[in-house]
């Protein structure tokens, strides 16, 4: 454990290393160097195509076209109901030992 002295050593020696700081001075110009590159606007092949989807006509006509291909979509390949055949089921039942067996069947005798 360290006693209270040496505590007391370590926080004097912490705040002493504040004593040398100034404040810090940016170089000449920069804001006005900053403010100007924000202020230049860049035409890049990204801009401006974000700059024509973001038009409210391609932006709405791209809408339809998604909602229109969807429909086509869900109408034309709509999966038609499968009818379920018997033979098929009791090959199933079979294989799992899945027979129907009801109290009738075991208290029924054959004619």
Do not use: C
Request: neutral net charge; charged residues 25%; without cysteine.
């Amino acid at each position: 454990m360290r006693t209270k002295k040496q505590i007391e050593q370590e926080a004097d020696k912490t705040l002493n290393s504040f004593d040398g700081l100034h404040r810090a001075a940016p170089q000449p110009y920069l804001f006005t160097r900053v403010k100007a590159r924000l202020m230049r606007k860049e035409k890049n092949a990204w801009s401006t195509a974000f700059s024509f989807l973001s038009r409210p006509t391609v932006a709405f006509a791209m809408i339809l076209i998604a909602l229109f291909v969807n429909a086509f979509l869900f109408f034309e390949f709509r999966a038609e109901p499968v009818q379920a055949s018997g033979e098929g089921a009791q090959m199933f039942a079979n294989e799992y030992n899945l027979t129907d067996n009801t109290i009738y069947d075991s208290t029924v005798e054959p004619e």
